[in-house]
């Protein structure tokens, strides 16, 4: 094999060795800047999410470390950032609970990094199986109502520190009611400090949108936070953090205990696939570039076993890091990697210097750049073109922030199929009909000047045949029949568009060419495809029907009817030019 190719084959199941040769200086500036920020929110949203799982809080930060490197060199996204995620995080803290009798945490531990492996196995079997095909049921509805719902989720678990007040509810709403129903207890240096973040932030963005302004605001608050001790004023700051680095290996732990973690497992592996295949699609339609679905199972696979084998915890898809990567002019995978470096360092060496950066900072940058991801336009968008697409984005929304990622996003895959099923069984038709001077057969109800041929009937069926709309086609054709003013003697399917016929629509078929038969009605098919005819060849229907009513286009079914009107009339049929005289 040629070099060249072999690289390409390597690549693509790598992508990230492509960072060795599609990278430029300026590339590399901006995405510099980006890990800068990544980075620095990193750091104590790793601490906080350890903190929900139940281990130590420097797991955070190596889990997040080897989380952005394995899914920097396997990953698709050139934007998405893995890492400790709130969702992921109490998911797991539920998985783990029952399992662990008394305070036991190196146990919990183990098992923490138990449940990463299990997830990293199972979405290397999704990757290694191509099911990326699951990503194809996300459709355009849904996508929106996801980015919308996962908003107010970043948005809800950021009020309390924005309030300065302590976050004890893990769903959206009993986080808004937490807040509202603790106003009077509001630090309000604290909530004036978030504000005032959060002002200078958009008018950052309005003016100097190309300046870093979630990293100058970490910058001057820790140093602000720094000379003013505004930790002993009641503002909330990260604190002392003590970050031993984990040790590397497999975790300690019980057959049974993989028995016990396999539905978290499951679950977990497809709340990071689905969220985080969203949110990477998002950004591959906004910078135009491909995301690969099944390499989207790799790269989870890659970042959930490197954090299993470094004693961390399941990660994921981070939307809020993900969202300020892209705002800051992030443009590879590189971002990761140096991100990963960044909190490396920090984790090893200057941990102390972010005791006193404000908590209220790092929620500030989420909830700024979570506003940013809300897209209500789209959804305004949708109503206009299709009002039902618009309340499937809405259903959506509404779900993820009610019932959870998962759980909403599989009910707008339920209600997406439902949608599509209904359509099918009641699908677009038409009758068919000459127009004067043009060529081929058009739709009667579109055009006025159409008209049919008297004793034939063309019926056009808009969508596959199958059971839910099998009926439907048989009483449309009854109806079209009996209420003809002339007797009908043929009945032609124009299946141009029917690609696909189930069992109940090849019995249903049948049984319409008896009781036309039974009438003296023809039933014919005109302009089947390959898939359609063989299946009418193993159902035996085109045996019944017989080869002579199975045309190959609308004009050749016109042509036979009118040669055969013409025959029994004794005549020429007009319009048609005889047949060529014989070669000798």
């Known amino acids: 094999m040629?070099?060249?190719?072999?690289?390409?084959?390597?690549?693509?199941?790598?992508p990230g060795l492509r960072l060795t040769r599609d990278t430029s200086r300026q590339g590399l500036v901006a995405d510099l800047l980006s890990a800068l920020t990544v980075g620095a929110m990193l750091i104590p949203q790793g601490l906080a999410y350890a903190q929900i799982v139940g281990v130590r809080p420097?797991?955070?930060?190596?889990?997040?470390?080897?989380?952005?490197?394995?899914?920097a060199l396997f990953g698709p996204s050139r934007h998405l950032i893995l890492g400790p995620e709130a969702g992921a995080a109490i998911l797991t803290a539920s998985a783990l609970a029952p399992l662990v009798a008394g305070a036991d945490p190196v146990r919990y531990a183990s098992l923490a990094a138990l449940l990463a492996l299990m997830v990293g196995v199972l979405s290397l079997l999704g990757g290694l199986l191509k099911a990326g095909a699951l990503a194809d049921f996300l459709s355009r509805p849904i996508l929106v109502g996801y980015v919308n719902g996962a908003a107010l989720i970043i948005i809800g678990s950021q009020l309390a520190k924005l309030f300065g007040l302590e976050r004890k509810a893990d769903d959206f709403a009993g986080q808004v009611f937490e807040v509202g129903a603790n106003l009077q207890r509001a630090h309000v240096p604290t909530l004036l400090l978030g504000v005032g973040i959060i002002g200078v932030l958009v008018l950052l963005r309005r003016f100097l949108p190309r300046a870093p302004g979630p990293l100058i605001l970490v910058v001057l608050t820790t140093v602000a936070g720094e000379l003013l001790q505004w930790g002993q004023g009641g503002i909330k700051v990260v604190g002392s953090i003590s970050a031993t680095p984990p040790a590397f290996g497999l975790p300690s732990v019980r057959f049974g205990d993989v028995r016990a973690l396999l539905p978290a497992a499951l679950s977990l592996a497809l709340v990071n696939y689905a969220s985080s295949v969203l949110t990477g699609r998002i950004y591959a339609d906004r910078f135009r570039y491909r995301l690969d679905t099944n390499q989207e199972f790799l790269g989870q696979a890659a970042a959930n076993l490197a954090t299993g084998l470094t004693q961390g915890f399941p990660v994921t898809g981070s939307d809020s890091r993900t969202a300020v990567n892209a705002a800051m002019g992030g443009r590879t995978q590189w971002v990761g990697v140096m991100a990963s470096v960044v909190v490396l360092v920090f984790a090893l060496f200057f941990?102390?210097?972010?005791?006193?950066?404000?908590?209220?900072?790092?929620?500030?940058?989420?909830?700024?750049?979570?506003?940013?991801?809300?897209?209500?336009?789209?959804?305004?968008?949708?109503?206009?073109?299709?009002?039902?697409?618009?309340?499937?984005?809405v259903a959506t929304m509404l779900g993820v922030v009610v019932l959870g990622i998962l759980q909403g996003i599989l009910i707008a895959v339920v209600l997406a199929l439902g949608d599509l099923?209904?359509?099918?069984?009641?699908?677009?038709?038409?009758?068919?009909?000459?127009?004067?001077?043009?060529?081929?057969?058009?739709?009667?109800?579109?055009?006025?000047?159409?008209?049919?041929i008297p004793g034939l009937v063309i019926y056009r069926f808009d969508a596959p045949l199958f059971f839910a709309n099998a009926r439907y086609l048989r009483e449309?054709?009854?109806?079209?029949?009996?209420?003809?003013?002339?007797?009908?003697?043929?009945?032609?399917?124009?299946?141009?568009?029917?690609?696909?016929?189930?069992?109940?629509?090849?019995?249903?078929?049948?049984?319409?060419?008896?009781?036309?038969?039974?009438?003296?009605?023809?039933?014919?098919?005109?302009?089947?495809?390959?898939?359609?005819?063989?299946?009418?060849?193993?159902?035996?229907?085109?045996?019944?029907?017989?080869?002579?009513?199975?045309?190959p286009t609308v004009e050749e079914a016109v042509r036979s009817f009118l040669a055969l009107r013409a025959g029994a009339a004794g005549r020429r049929p007009e319009g048609i030019p005889p047949a060529p005289p014989a070669m000798h």
């Open 476 to 551: 449309e054709a009854r109806a079209l029949v009996a209420g003809s003013r002339t007797p009908v003697r043929w009945f032609v399917l124009d299946a141009s568009a029917v690609f696909d016929l189930d069992v109940t629509a090849a019995e249903g078929l049948e049984k319409l060419r008896r009781e036309f038969e039974e009438e003296g009605v023809v039933l014919g098919i005109a302009e089947a495809r390959a898939p359609l005819r063989r299946l009418l060849r193993r159902t035996g229907l085109a045996q019944r029907m017989g080869p002579e009513n199975l045309h």
């Open 2 to 14: 040629h070099p060249s190719l072999r690289w390409r084959s390597v690549a693509r199941g790598v």
């Open 351 to 393: 941990t102390p210097l972010l005791r006193n950066l404000p908590l209220v900072t790092l929620a500030s940058i989420v909830i700024v750049a979570a506003v940013y991801l809300m897209d209500v336009g789209s959804i305004v968008g949708l109503w206009r073109v299709r009002p039902v697409e618009a309340l499937l984005a």
């Open 421 to 452: 099923i209904r359509r099918a069984a009641r699908p677009h038709d038409a009758v068919l009909g000459e127009r004067p001077g043009e060529a081929g057969y058009h739709d009667i109800e579109r055009y006025e000047d159409a008209q049919t």
């Open 58 to 71: 420097a797991a955070g930060l190596y889990a997040g470390i080897a989380g952005m490197l394995g899914y």
